[in-house]
Protein backbone atom coordinates (compact mmCIF):
# COMPACT_ATOMS: atom_id res chain seq x y z
CA UNK A 1 0.00 0.00 0.00
CA UNK A 2 1.77 3.32 -1.13
CA UNK A 3 2.23 6.17 1.70
CA UNK A 4 -0.61 8.31 0.38
CA UNK A 5 -3.15 5.36 0.10
CA UNK A 6 -1.94 4.34 3.52
CA UNK A 7 -2.32 8.05 5.08
CA UNK A 8 -5.80 8.52 4.00
CA UNK A 9 -6.98 4.98 5.35
CA UNK A 10 -5.29 6.20 8.32
CA UNK A 11 -7.13 9.48 8.40
CA UNK A 12 -10.62 7.82 7.13
CA UNK A 13 -10.66 4.42 9.24
CA UNK A 14 -10.76 4.05 12.39
CA UNK A 15 -9.33 0.88 14.75
CA UNK A 16 -10.65 -1.54 16.83
CA UNK A 17 -10.84 1.31 20.30
CA UNK A 18 -12.70 3.67 17.96
CA UNK A 19 -15.55 1.90 16.41
CA UNK A 20 -15.48 0.08 19.98
CA UNK A 21 -16.47 3.43 21.52
CA UNK A 22 -18.69 4.93 19.11
CA UNK A 23 -20.67 2.06 18.91
CA UNK A 24 -21.12 2.05 22.16
CA UNK A 25 -23.05 5.66 22.34
CA UNK A 26 -23.94 5.17 18.69
CA UNK A 27 -26.48 1.68 18.98
CA UNK A 28 -28.32 2.79 22.20
CA UNK A 29 -29.35 6.04 20.15
CA UNK A 30 -29.67 4.43 16.86
CA UNK A 31 -32.51 1.80 19.18
CA UNK A 32 -34.13 4.89 20.56
CA UNK A 33 -34.30 6.77 16.78
CA UNK A 34 -35.62 3.47 15.03
CA UNK A 35 -38.12 2.80 17.42
CA UNK A 36 -39.40 6.53 16.99
CA UNK A 37 -39.36 7.39 13.44
CA UNK A 38 -40.64 3.52 12.80
CA UNK A 39 -43.36 3.86 14.88
CA UNK A 40 -44.07 7.53 13.16
CA UNK A 41 -44.21 5.70 10.47
CA UNK A 42 -46.97 2.82 11.41
CA UNK A 43 -48.79 5.74 13.03
CA UNK A 44 -48.79 7.60 10.04
CA UNK A 45 -50.06 4.85 8.04
CA UNK A 46 -53.16 4.20 11.03
CA UNK A 47 -54.33 7.99 10.43
CA UNK A 48 -53.35 7.39 7.06
CA UNK A 49 -56.16 4.51 6.89
CA UNK A 50 -58.98 6.90 7.89
CA UNK A 51 -58.69 9.23 5.33
CA UNK A 52 -56.36 12.01 3.22
CA UNK A 53 -57.73 14.55 5.26
CA UNK A 54 -56.96 13.70 8.27
CA UNK A 55 -53.64 12.73 7.69
CA UNK A 56 -53.04 15.96 6.28
CA UNK A 57 -54.11 17.55 9.06
CA UNK A 58 -51.86 15.35 11.84
CA UNK A 59 -49.06 16.64 9.12
CA UNK A 60 -50.02 20.28 9.40
CA UNK A 61 -49.96 20.42 13.03
CA UNK A 62 -47.20 18.24 13.75
CA UNK A 63 -45.21 20.26 11.63
CA UNK A 64 -46.01 23.15 13.74
CA UNK A 65 -45.38 21.19 16.95
CA UNK A 66 -42.13 20.28 14.91
CA UNK A 67 -41.11 23.84 15.69
CA UNK A 68 -41.45 23.87 19.30
CA UNK A 69 -39.82 20.67 19.55
CA UNK A 70 -36.81 21.76 17.64
CA UNK A 71 -36.94 24.91 20.34
CA UNK A 72 -36.39 23.20 22.91
CA UNK A 73 -33.63 20.88 21.02
CA UNK A 74 -31.86 24.18 19.77
CA UNK A 75 -31.81 25.59 23.37
CA UNK A 76 -30.84 22.59 25.01
CA UNK A 77 -27.97 21.86 22.31
CA UNK A 78 -26.61 25.26 23.24
CA UNK A 79 -26.36 24.29 26.86
CA UNK A 80 -25.85 20.45 25.89
CA UNK A 81 -22.04 21.58 24.36
CA UNK A 82 -21.04 22.50 27.93
CA UNK A 83 -22.89 19.44 29.43
CA UNK A 84 -20.18 17.07 27.19
CA UNK A 85 -17.67 18.85 27.69
CA UNK A 86 -17.96 18.82 32.02
CA UNK A 87 -18.60 15.15 31.43
CA UNK A 88 -15.32 14.89 29.40
CA UNK A 89 -13.53 16.69 32.40
CA UNK A 90 -15.19 14.36 34.80
CA UNK A 91 -17.28 16.95 36.55
CA UNK A 92 -20.19 16.36 37.92
CA UNK A 93 -21.31 19.61 39.60
CA UNK A 94 -20.51 21.27 36.29
CA UNK A 95 -22.95 18.96 34.33
CA UNK A 96 -25.46 19.58 37.63
CA UNK A 97 -25.50 23.47 36.83
CA UNK A 98 -26.24 22.73 33.14
CA UNK A 99 -28.89 20.45 33.61
CA UNK A 100 -30.60 23.47 35.72
CA UNK A 101 -30.11 25.50 33.47
CA UNK A 102 -31.70 23.46 30.78
CA UNK A 103 -34.67 23.42 33.11
CA UNK A 104 -35.09 27.06 33.41
CA UNK A 105 -34.81 26.90 29.29
CA UNK A 106 -37.51 24.05 28.70
CA UNK A 107 -40.05 26.31 31.54
CA UNK A 108 -39.45 29.38 29.18
CA UNK A 109 -40.12 27.92 25.99
CA UNK A 110 -43.26 25.85 27.62
CA UNK A 111 -44.83 29.21 28.30
CA UNK A 112 -44.24 30.36 25.21
CA UNK A 113 -45.14 27.50 22.95
CA UNK A 114 -48.14 26.78 25.00
CA UNK A 115 -49.11 30.62 24.43
CA UNK A 116 -48.69 31.07 20.97
CA UNK A 117 -50.57 27.46 20.36
CA UNK A 118 -53.46 29.10 22.06
CA UNK A 119 -53.94 32.26 20.52
CA UNK A 120 -52.90 31.63 17.13
CA UNK A 121 -54.49 28.15 16.02
CA UNK A 122 -56.59 29.08 13.44
CA UNK A 123 -54.00 31.40 11.30
CA UNK A 124 -51.22 29.23 11.53
CA UNK A 125 -53.59 26.18 10.07
CA UNK A 126 -55.24 28.25 7.96
CA UNK A 127 -51.79 28.66 6.26
CA UNK A 128 -51.87 24.91 4.92
CA UNK A 129 -54.83 25.08 3.30
CA UNK A 130 -54.76 25.75 -0.59
CA UNK A 131 -56.67 28.44 -1.24
CA UNK A 132 -58.67 26.63 -4.05
CA UNK A 133 -59.33 24.03 -1.56
CA UNK A 134 -62.92 23.33 -1.45
CA UNK A 135 -64.95 25.00 1.33
CA UNK A 136 -66.00 21.85 2.81
CA UNK A 137 -62.78 20.09 3.03
CA UNK A 138 -60.85 23.01 4.29
CA UNK A 139 -63.36 23.23 6.99
CA UNK A 140 -62.89 19.60 8.05
CA UNK A 141 -58.73 19.68 7.50
CA UNK A 142 -59.45 22.75 10.12
CA UNK A 143 -61.95 21.12 12.62
CA UNK A 144 -59.32 17.59 12.58
CA UNK A 145 -56.31 19.77 12.73
CA UNK A 146 -57.38 21.74 15.86
CA UNK A 147 -58.95 18.22 17.72
CA UNK A 148 -55.39 16.89 17.67
CA UNK A 149 -53.66 20.20 18.39
CA UNK A 150 -55.12 21.14 22.02
CA UNK A 151 -54.98 17.56 22.82
CA UNK A 152 -51.24 17.07 21.46
CA UNK A 153 -50.46 20.92 23.87
CA UNK A 154 -50.82 18.59 27.25
CA UNK A 155 -47.94 16.58 26.36
CA UNK A 156 -45.31 19.46 25.90
CA UNK A 157 -44.55 19.82 29.12
CA UNK A 158 -43.81 15.88 29.56
CA UNK A 159 -41.73 16.18 26.15
CA UNK A 160 -39.35 18.71 27.45
CA UNK A 161 -38.64 16.84 30.54
CA UNK A 162 -37.79 14.13 28.66
CA UNK A 163 -35.56 16.46 26.50
CA UNK A 164 -33.61 17.99 29.34
CA UNK A 165 -32.99 14.33 31.21
CA UNK A 166 -32.23 12.36 27.87
CA UNK A 167 -29.56 14.45 26.58
CA UNK A 168 -27.89 15.13 29.89
CA UNK A 169 -27.86 11.69 29.94
CA UNK A 170 -26.17 11.20 26.32
CA UNK A 171 -23.62 13.72 26.51
CA UNK A 172 -22.64 12.08 29.75
CA UNK A 173 -21.83 9.28 27.94
CA UNK A 174 -25.06 6.87 29.34
CA UNK A 175 -27.37 6.37 26.22
CA UNK A 176 -28.90 3.35 27.62
CA UNK A 177 -31.66 4.87 29.70
CA UNK A 178 -32.99 7.49 27.55
CA UNK A 179 -33.56 4.33 24.94
CA UNK A 180 -35.45 2.27 27.15
CA UNK A 181 -37.66 5.41 27.69
CA UNK A 182 -37.87 6.33 24.52
CA UNK A 183 -38.90 2.86 23.39
CA UNK A 184 -41.09 2.08 26.25
CA UNK A 185 -43.13 5.48 25.29
CA UNK A 186 -42.96 4.31 21.50
CA UNK A 187 -44.30 0.87 22.29
CA UNK A 188 -47.13 2.29 24.61
CA UNK A 189 -47.62 5.16 21.83
CA UNK A 190 -48.29 2.07 19.26
CA UNK A 191 -50.42 0.08 21.13
CA UNK A 192 -52.99 2.70 22.24
CA UNK A 193 -52.69 3.89 18.88
CA UNK A 194 -54.50 1.16 17.42
CA UNK A 195 -56.96 0.84 20.29
CA UNK A 196 -57.80 4.48 20.35
CA UNK A 197 -57.86 4.78 16.94
CA UNK A 198 -59.74 2.51 15.04
CA UNK A 199 -61.93 1.64 18.40
CA UNK A 200 -64.40 -1.22 18.44
CA UNK A 201 -64.33 -1.06 14.82
CA UNK A 202 -61.08 -3.25 14.55
CA UNK A 203 -61.47 -4.38 18.16
CA UNK A 204 -65.24 -5.57 18.49
CA UNK A 205 -64.87 -5.96 22.73
CA UNK A 206 -63.55 -2.52 23.03
CA UNK A 207 -66.62 -0.31 24.93
CA UNK A 208 -66.04 2.70 22.43
CA UNK A 209 -66.09 3.73 18.86
CA UNK A 210 -62.99 4.78 16.81
CA UNK A 211 -61.77 7.96 17.68
CA UNK A 212 -59.51 8.98 14.89
CA UNK A 213 -57.68 11.98 15.06
CA UNK A 214 -57.92 12.25 18.50
CA UNK A 215 -57.37 9.21 19.92
CA UNK A 216 -54.17 9.09 18.12
CA UNK A 217 -53.36 12.39 20.06
CA UNK A 218 -54.25 10.82 23.36
CA UNK A 219 -52.19 7.94 22.35
CA UNK A 220 -48.75 10.23 22.12
CA UNK A 221 -49.39 12.41 25.24
CA UNK A 222 -49.97 9.07 27.83
CA UNK A 223 -46.52 7.74 25.98
CA UNK A 224 -45.04 11.21 26.80
CA UNK A 225 -45.79 11.50 30.64
CA UNK A 226 -44.94 7.29 30.88
CA UNK A 227 -41.29 8.31 29.22
CA UNK A 228 -40.55 11.04 31.61
CA UNK A 229 -41.82 9.58 34.69
CA UNK A 230 -39.52 6.61 33.57
CA UNK A 231 -36.02 8.90 33.28
CA UNK A 232 -36.88 11.41 36.57
CA UNK A 233 -37.45 7.94 38.72
CA UNK A 234 -34.78 6.62 37.49
CA UNK A 235 -31.93 8.87 37.61
CA UNK A 236 -32.86 10.10 40.92
CA UNK A 237 -33.25 6.48 42.59
CA UNK A 238 -30.20 5.74 41.16
CA UNK A 239 -27.56 7.77 43.17
CA UNK A 240 -24.32 5.91 42.94
CA UNK A 241 -25.13 5.25 38.85
CA UNK A 242 -26.45 8.44 37.95
CA UNK A 243 -24.34 11.32 40.83
CA UNK A 244 -24.90 13.96 38.24
CA UNK A 245 -28.50 14.39 39.18
CA UNK A 246 -28.02 14.15 43.07
CA UNK A 247 -28.66 17.31 44.61
CA UNK A 248 -30.03 18.90 41.18
CA UNK A 249 -32.73 20.65 43.11
CA UNK A 250 -31.40 21.57 46.16
CA UNK A 251 -30.42 24.76 44.88
CA UNK A 252 -31.52 26.95 42.05
CA UNK A 253 -28.24 28.90 41.88
CA UNK A 254 -25.99 28.92 38.56
CA UNK A 255 -22.45 30.79 38.55
CA UNK A 256 -23.49 33.90 36.85
CA UNK A 257 -20.06 33.56 34.56
CA UNK A 258 -21.35 29.99 33.41
CA UNK A 259 -24.83 31.94 32.82
CA UNK A 260 -23.22 34.21 30.55
CA UNK A 261 -20.98 31.70 28.70
CA UNK A 262 -24.35 29.55 28.13
CA UNK A 263 -26.56 32.05 26.95
CA UNK A 264 -23.66 33.53 24.39
CA UNK A 265 -22.85 30.12 22.94
CA UNK A 266 -26.61 28.81 23.20
CA UNK A 267 -28.92 31.85 21.68
CA UNK A 268 -27.42 31.07 18.20
CA UNK A 269 -28.33 27.36 18.30
CA UNK A 270 -31.93 28.21 19.67
CA UNK A 271 -32.68 30.64 17.32
CA UNK A 272 -30.81 28.27 14.92
CA UNK A 273 -33.61 25.32 15.28
CA UNK A 274 -36.38 28.05 15.65
CA UNK A 275 -35.50 29.52 12.59
CA UNK A 276 -34.76 26.46 10.53
CA UNK A 277 -37.44 24.45 12.35
CA UNK A 278 -40.16 27.42 11.24
CA UNK A 279 -38.03 27.09 7.80
CA UNK A 280 -39.39 23.49 7.58
CA UNK A 281 -42.92 24.87 8.11
CA UNK A 282 -42.95 27.51 5.47
CA UNK A 283 -41.04 25.04 2.99
CA UNK A 284 -44.37 22.74 3.61
CA UNK A 285 -46.33 25.16 3.15
CA UNK A 286 -44.67 26.28 -0.25
CA UNK A 287 -45.20 22.62 -1.44
CA UNK A 288 -49.06 23.54 -0.25
CA UNK A 289 -49.85 25.87 -2.79
CA UNK A 290 -49.50 23.10 -5.34
CA UNK A 291 -52.66 21.34 -3.65
CA UNK A 292 -53.27 18.90 -0.89
CA UNK A 293 -52.07 15.65 -2.21
CA UNK A 294 -48.31 17.51 -1.87
CA UNK A 295 -48.95 18.15 1.59
CA UNK A 296 -49.69 14.36 1.74
CA UNK A 297 -47.57 13.63 -0.60
CA UNK A 298 -44.42 15.70 1.16
CA UNK A 299 -46.10 14.26 4.78
CA UNK A 300 -45.31 10.52 3.47
CA UNK A 301 -41.82 11.45 2.02
CA UNK A 302 -41.23 12.83 5.32
CA UNK A 303 -41.70 10.27 7.38
CA UNK A 304 -40.44 7.92 5.32
CA UNK A 305 -37.19 9.48 4.94
CA UNK A 306 -36.76 9.99 9.22
CA UNK A 307 -37.16 6.09 9.65
CA UNK A 308 -34.25 5.65 7.09
CA UNK A 309 -32.21 8.70 7.85
CA UNK A 310 -31.93 7.22 11.38
CA UNK A 311 -28.32 6.00 11.34
CA UNK A 312 -27.63 10.26 10.44
CA UNK A 313 -29.64 11.63 12.52
CA UNK A 314 -28.19 10.06 15.21
CA UNK A 315 -24.36 9.80 14.42
CA UNK A 316 -25.08 13.69 14.84
CA UNK A 317 -25.43 13.12 18.42
CA UNK A 318 -22.92 10.80 18.83
CA UNK A 319 -20.17 13.03 16.88
CA UNK A 320 -21.46 15.77 19.65
CA UNK A 321 -20.87 13.89 22.44
CA UNK A 322 -17.46 12.07 21.46
CA UNK A 323 -16.05 15.40 20.34
CA UNK A 324 -17.49 17.74 22.67
CA UNK A 325 -15.87 14.73 25.36
CA UNK A 326 -12.61 15.28 23.70
CA UNK A 327 -12.63 18.80 23.94
CA UNK A 328 -13.49 19.21 27.22
CA UNK A 329 -10.90 16.48 28.86
CA UNK A 330 -8.80 19.14 26.46
CA UNK A 331 -7.62 15.94 24.37
CA UNK A 332 -7.10 18.35 21.10
CA UNK A 333 -4.85 16.06 18.98
CA UNK A 334 -7.78 12.87 19.84
CA UNK A 335 -10.60 15.21 18.82
CA UNK A 336 -8.56 15.87 15.14
CA UNK A 337 -8.28 12.25 14.92
CA UNK A 338 -11.39 11.35 15.40
CA UNK A 339 -13.18 13.49 13.18
CA UNK A 340 -12.55 12.51 9.73
CA UNK A 341 -13.13 8.93 10.96
CA UNK A 342 -16.68 10.07 12.38
CA UNK A 343 -17.67 11.81 8.74
CA UNK A 344 -16.82 8.52 6.88
CA UNK A 345 -18.62 6.24 9.16
CA UNK A 346 -22.08 8.65 8.96
CA UNK A 347 -21.90 9.19 5.32
CA UNK A 348 -21.14 5.28 4.19
CA UNK A 349 -23.76 4.16 6.84
CA UNK A 350 -26.12 6.62 4.73
CA UNK A 351 -25.29 5.43 1.56
CA UNK A 352 -26.18 2.15 2.29
CA UNK A 353 -29.65 3.01 3.85
CA UNK A 354 -29.89 5.77 0.88
CA UNK A 355 -29.94 2.39 -1.73
CA UNK A 356 -32.41 0.21 0.31
CA UNK A 357 -34.72 3.28 -0.03
CA UNK A 358 -34.48 4.00 -3.86
CA UNK A 359 -35.13 -0.24 -4.17
CA UNK A 360 -38.29 0.21 -2.26
CA UNK A 361 -39.68 3.93 -3.10
CA UNK A 362 -42.37 2.81 -5.33
CA UNK A 363 -43.78 -0.20 -2.82
CA UNK A 364 -43.44 2.11 0.60
CA UNK A 365 -46.46 4.61 -0.88
CA UNK A 366 -49.15 1.40 -1.17
CA UNK A 367 -49.63 1.03 2.58
CA UNK A 368 -51.60 4.33 2.49
CA UNK A 369 -55.18 5.01 1.79
CA UNK A 370 -54.58 7.51 -0.47
CA UNK A 371 -55.20 8.89 -4.09
CA UNK A 372 -53.15 7.05 -6.87
CA UNK A 373 -51.75 10.33 -7.86
CA UNK A 374 -50.79 11.18 -3.87
CA UNK A 375 -49.11 8.11 -3.91
CA UNK A 376 -47.12 8.50 -7.17
CA UNK A 377 -45.92 11.48 -6.18
CA UNK A 378 -44.89 10.43 -2.48
CA UNK A 379 -42.83 7.56 -4.36
CA UNK A 380 -40.91 10.45 -6.57
CA UNK A 381 -40.43 11.82 -3.58
CA UNK A 382 -38.69 9.01 -1.98
CA UNK A 383 -36.39 8.28 -4.63
CA UNK A 384 -35.29 12.08 -5.03
CA UNK A 385 -33.99 12.22 -0.99
CA UNK A 386 -33.00 8.71 -1.32
CA UNK A 387 -30.61 10.09 -3.95
CA UNK A 388 -29.46 12.99 -1.78
CA UNK A 389 -29.20 11.10 1.64
CA UNK A 390 -25.47 10.87 1.67
CA UNK A 391 -25.38 15.03 0.75
CA UNK A 392 -27.89 15.56 4.26
CA UNK A 393 -25.40 13.56 5.78
CA UNK A 394 -22.05 15.04 5.14
CA UNK A 395 -23.83 18.56 6.04
CA UNK A 396 -25.60 17.00 9.38
CA UNK A 397 -21.45 15.64 10.57
CA UNK A 398 -20.63 19.10 9.86
CA UNK A 399 -22.89 20.97 11.77
CA UNK A 400 -22.94 18.60 14.43
CA UNK A 401 -18.50 18.90 14.73
CA UNK A 402 -19.00 22.90 14.57
CA UNK A 403 -21.12 22.90 17.44
CA UNK A 404 -19.14 20.45 19.59
CA UNK A 405 -16.76 23.16 19.85
CA UNK A 406 -18.96 26.01 20.59
CA UNK A 407 -18.95 27.60 17.30
CA UNK A 408 -22.49 28.29 17.21
CA UNK A 409 -23.00 31.56 15.47
CA UNK A 410 -20.96 29.89 12.55
CA UNK A 411 -23.43 26.86 12.94
CA UNK A 412 -26.19 29.51 13.00
CA UNK A 413 -25.33 31.17 9.37
CA UNK A 414 -24.22 27.56 8.40
CA UNK A 415 -27.55 25.90 8.78
CA UNK A 416 -30.34 28.95 9.57
CA UNK A 417 -28.99 31.13 7.22
CA UNK A 418 -28.84 29.45 4.27
CA UNK A 419 -32.17 27.77 5.08
CA UNK A 420 -33.61 31.38 4.69
CA UNK A 421 -31.20 33.01 2.59
CA UNK A 422 -31.16 30.02 -0.16
CA UNK A 423 -33.53 27.48 0.02
CA UNK A 424 -36.22 29.04 0.94
CA UNK A 425 -36.65 32.01 -1.40
CA UNK A 426 -35.60 29.62 -4.23
CA UNK A 427 -38.69 27.22 -3.12
CA UNK A 428 -41.26 30.41 -2.51
CA UNK A 429 -40.30 31.97 -5.99
CA UNK A 430 -40.61 28.41 -7.88
CA UNK A 431 -43.94 26.85 -6.18
CA UNK A 432 -45.57 30.42 -6.53
CA UNK A 433 -44.30 32.33 -9.63
CA UNK A 434 -43.02 29.46 -12.20
CA UNK A 435 -44.26 26.23 -13.78
CA UNK A 436 -42.13 23.95 -12.54
CA UNK A 437 -43.39 20.98 -11.68
CA UNK A 438 -43.38 20.36 -8.11
CA UNK A 439 -41.19 17.16 -8.21
CA UNK A 440 -38.58 19.38 -9.83
CA UNK A 441 -38.40 22.21 -7.51
CA UNK A 442 -38.58 19.44 -4.80
CA UNK A 443 -35.48 18.13 -6.30
CA UNK A 444 -33.67 21.72 -6.74
CA UNK A 445 -34.10 22.10 -2.72
CA UNK A 446 -32.60 19.18 -1.99
CA UNK A 447 -29.59 19.54 -4.14
CA UNK A 448 -28.90 22.97 -2.95
CA UNK A 449 -27.57 21.38 0.49
CA UNK A 450 -24.94 20.10 -2.24
CA UNK A 451 -23.13 24.31 -1.54
CA UNK A 452 -23.45 23.62 2.18
CA UNK A 453 -21.49 20.40 1.79
CA UNK A 454 -18.28 22.31 0.01
CA UNK A 455 -18.26 25.01 2.66
CA UNK A 456 -18.32 22.88 5.36
CA UNK A 457 -15.50 20.59 3.56
CA UNK A 458 -13.61 24.20 4.20
CA UNK A 459 -14.48 24.75 7.84
CA UNK A 460 -14.07 21.61 9.14
CA UNK A 461 -10.50 20.60 7.36
CA UNK A 462 -9.76 24.48 8.78
CA UNK A 463 -9.85 22.66 11.93
CA UNK A 464 -11.84 26.17 13.40
CA UNK A 465 -14.29 23.88 15.54
CA UNK A 466 -11.53 23.19 17.60
CA UNK A 467 -12.80 24.96 21.42
CA UNK A 468 -12.09 24.31 24.68
CA UNK A 469 -15.43 26.18 26.59
CA UNK A 470 -15.02 24.98 30.21
CA UNK A 471 -12.27 26.13 32.64
CA UNK A 472 -10.45 24.05 35.83
Known sequence: MSGTLLKTKNTLIGDRAFYKRVIAILIPIVIQNTFTNAVSFVDNIMVGRIGEIEMS?????????????????????GIGIFTAQF???????????TTRAKNYLSLAMLIIGTAVFLLFPVPLLKLYIAKDTAPATAELMLKYSLDYLYIMLIGLAPFAISQVYGSTLREEGETKLPMIGGVVAILVNLVLNYILIFGNEKLAFLPFA?????????ATVISRFIEAAMLVIITHARKDKYPSFVGLYRTAKIPLPLCKDMLVK???????????????????QCYSVRGLECVAAANISSTVLNLFN?????????????LGQHLGADEIDEAKDSVWKLFTLSVASCAIA?????????????????????????????????????????????YFTLRSGGKTLLTFIFDCG???????????????????????????????????????????????????????
Open 310 to 322: VIAFSMGSAIAII
Open 418 to 472: FTWGVTIPFAFITAHHTGLSILAIYLCVQLLDLTKCIVGYILIKKGIWINRLISE
Open 57 to 77: AVATVNQLLFVFNLCIFGGLS
Open 354 to 398: STALALCADLIPRFYDASDYTKELAGSMLFIVACTMPIFAFAHAV
Open 87 to 97: AGANDPTGVRR
Open 210 to 218: PMGVTGAAI
Open 266 to 284: GSPLLLNEFLWSFGQAVLL
